[in-house]
Each structure stands twice: as C-alpha cells, then as structure tokens.
C-alpha cells in the first residue's frame, strides 16, 4: 500500500488540479482524514488502536501477495446514489474510496511489475516494495494536516462500513501529522530498491488522472438525475471496465 505521505500528496495535487467542491468534496480535512481512514484499523499505522481489522476487509480485497482493493464495490455499497447526513460525512467516505483507488493503482501496478520482471512473491518483496513507495512519499513535499474537529469527529463514528472510535481518530490524527513532519527530510544515503522515480511518479500521474475523471463524471451524472453506479461512472467517463486482477488499471 502506498504510504500515508502518498496519500496526503494525492489530496494537495487534487486541490491543486481542481476546486474540490465541484468534485463533491466540501469538507476538506474530512476527505484527507477520509484517505487515512482503511488502514486506521489494519495495525500498520497506527499504533494502539482499540480494535483491528484486517486490510482486506478494510480495503475490501481479496487475500493475496500485493493485494488489489476493489474501489468499484466500496463505492457501489456506500457511496452509489446516497444521501449523506453532512458534508463532513460525504468528504470522508469518498477520501476512503479515493484511498482504495490508490492503493489499487500503486498495488496493481507493482503486482504487473513484479510478475513482468519474474520476482519471488513474498514478504521480502513487500518490504522492499514498501520501502520504495516510502521513498517516494518523502520527496512530494506535503504540508497539509488533519485536524480533529467535532464535525471530523462526528462523521468518524458514524462511517458505514465500521465505526472510527473518537481515541482512534486522534491517534491516528497524531500518526498523520507525525508523517508529515517526517517527510520534509528525505531519509539519507536511500535509494529505490525494485522501483525508481519514474515509475513512481507516472503511477502518482495516473491516480490522480483517475480520481479527476471519476469524481467529474459522478457530478454530471448526479446533476442529471442519473444513476451513479460504478459501472455508470466508469461510461460516463469513458474508462475501460474494471479488472477483478487490478490489471489494466489506467
């Protein structure tokens, strides 16, 4: 999974390309808390949280090596055709959709790159795969934290697939911010392990190509009355069917 500095640069090039309002975003710390929101309960990020969960029920994935989430699904349960009780809960869940989307893009790509080049499969593999998308994440130059309001707060705890309990949002508000300050110094004497910058940063060009495109056609959609079921999007886009295998993901 791409890392949380990954995630953060994903939202400031978001609002840096587009007004996130007209993309249905119209609480932003919410949408960047919402691209932290699968991995809160998988162990890996945040420390000491009240319960965990497992990354694939979190990112709704099947088990595998490198596994890819299925965004698809996660929008046409929670997010296809409803009505959101605030803002705040709206930007939340489509930062968790959009935190599916990357994780199936840096995911799936790596997978067709591992398989491309014949790597052992394995948790030597995914290490070093961790550590390059890391890498990556330091040199994006983020800023943007989250900040733990009543209304984040409040849309945490009523987020559908499971609740985010009050101590786990600032803890993980905490893990954020900690991120963020990390990552305004590159880690000396590091180098790409598999991957390099190139590969790094077309797969970042992608995602947010893809997110753009969806939450647009999504918008035009609704303001027609229209169905927004993910297969809806994805014509009204003009994007290839989804893939179950994360393949033929741009």
Same mark, same amino acid.
């Given at each position: 999974?791409?890392?949380? !500095? ?19 975003? #119209? ?7 919402? !691209? ?19 990354? #694939? ?19 046409? /349960?929670?997010? *296809? !055709?409803?009505?959101?009780? /605030?803002?705040?809960?709206? =930007? ?14 840096? !995911? ?7 398989? /491309? ?43 559908? #697939? ?28 590091? =180098?790409?392990?598999?991957? =390099? ?9 992608? *995602? ?19 169905? #927004? ?22």
């Amino acid at each position: 999974m791409p890392s949380w !500095n990954i995630h953060t640069a994903h939202v400031e090039r978001l609002a840096a390309d587009r007004e996130l309002a007209d993309l249905g975003i #119209c609480d932003t710390n919410a949408y960047l808390f919402g !691209n932290y929101v699968p991995d809160i309960y998988v162990g890996f990020m945040v420390a000491d949280t009240t319960y965990r969960l497992s990354y #694939c029920l979190t990112h709704v994935a099947l088990p595998a090596v490198i596994p890819v989430p299925d965004a698809d699904r996660f929008w046409d /349960t929670y997010v *296809c !055709n409803r009505t959101f009780e /605030t803002p705040a809960v709206q =930007s939340l869940m489509l930062g968790a959709w959009a935190h599916l989307v990357a994780d199936r893009f840096y !995911n799936g790509n790596f997978r067709t790159f591992y398989k /491309t080049h014949d790597m052992p499969a394995g948790e030597e593999l995914r290490k070093r795969k961790q550590g390059d998308f890391a890498l990556f994440g330091c040199s994006l130059g983020i800023t943007s934290h989250v900040e733990a309001t009543s209304e984040l707060v409040e849309a945490a705890k009523g987020f559908r #697939c499971y609740s985010i309990l009050e101590d786990d949002v600032v803890r993980s508000v905490e893990s954020a911010s900690a991120i963020v300050r990390r990552s305004a110094k590159l880690p000396a004497g590091r =180098s790409y392990q598999l991957l =390099s910058e190139e590969w790094m940063a077309d797969v970042f060009e992608a *995602c947010n190509e893809r997110t753009i495109k969806w939450l647009e056609a999504w918008r035009a959609l609704e303001a027609r009355g229209a169905r #927004c079921a993910a297969a809806d999007v994805r014509t009204e886009a003009g994007l290839s069917p989804a893939t179950p295998d994360g393949a033929a993901l741009r």
